[in-house]
């Protein structure tokens, strides 16, 4: 009786350390490390961060995020090219040119950011749908999905709509007509498919998953 018990006890605690050895070998189980982000890469990645805190708050205006987004996919490109000109990697003055243009452009983004300039969305329905879409650019600058040639192009389509507004309100004593209402609307349907298309491609940020 008292062995029959003790086969009964042994044989549940044998199984329980083989479903844990079992474990601990499953290669599944475990995840590798992300790979570290470059010294340049990562400096490349602040500064979206800071230009999609930017475009969120309402800090930046549409012409003024297209500007340092032009800049900075100018400066992406010309790292890309030094590392294909010299076996994936960048040479130590090639580092501390990027780090010169990075320093430049993080100034001019802390100036757009506190200027006078800001995007005024108004509590109406063309403004809360020009708000929506910045809402989706800062959120694809944020996440990676966008490139800064990317936003470049995207926050120029903004300002062009954004001038139309402005130009049509100053036209009739700051009002819209039906007509320019939807016209704008129609033009906002082409930017949002535009966001989208471009958040959903294969171009990221480097360094940034989807």
Excluded at 171 to 200: P, R
């Amino acid at each position: 009786m008292n062995l029959q018990w003790k086969k009964w006890c042994i044989f549940p605690a044998a199984m329980l350390m083989a479903g844990t050895l079992a474990f601990a070998q499953d290669p599944s189980s475990t995840s590798a490390d992300p790979k570290p982000k470059t010294e340049v890469g990562q400096r490349k990645e602040n500064q979206q961060d800071r230009i999609a805190q930017g475009v969120k708050s309402g800090q930046l205006t549409a012409g003024e995020t297209a500007n340092l987004e032009t800049k900075e996919a100018a400066i992406n490109g010309e790292t890309r090219a030094d590392r294909a000109a010299n076996g994936g990697k960048l040479t130590a003055a090639e580092k501390v040119q990027v780090n010169k243009q990075q320093n430049q452009l993080s100034k001019q983004i802390y100036k757009d950011k506190h200027n006078a300039n800001t995007a005024h969305y108004g509590n109406n329905v063309v403004g809360q749908r020009r708000e929506n879409q910045q809402d989706r650019i800062a959120q694809g600058i944020k996440s990676g999905q966008l490139t800064a040639g990317e936003t470049a192009k995207l926050e120029n389509q903004q300002k062009g709509i954004n001038q139309q507004v402005a130009a049509d309100r100053a036209a009739n004593g700051g009002k819209l007509t039906a007509g320019e209402k939807a016209q704008i609307n129609k033009e906002q349907n082409g930017a949002s498919k535009n966001i989208y298309h471009k958040k959903h491609n294969n171009q990221t940020q480097g360094g940034v998953k989807k």
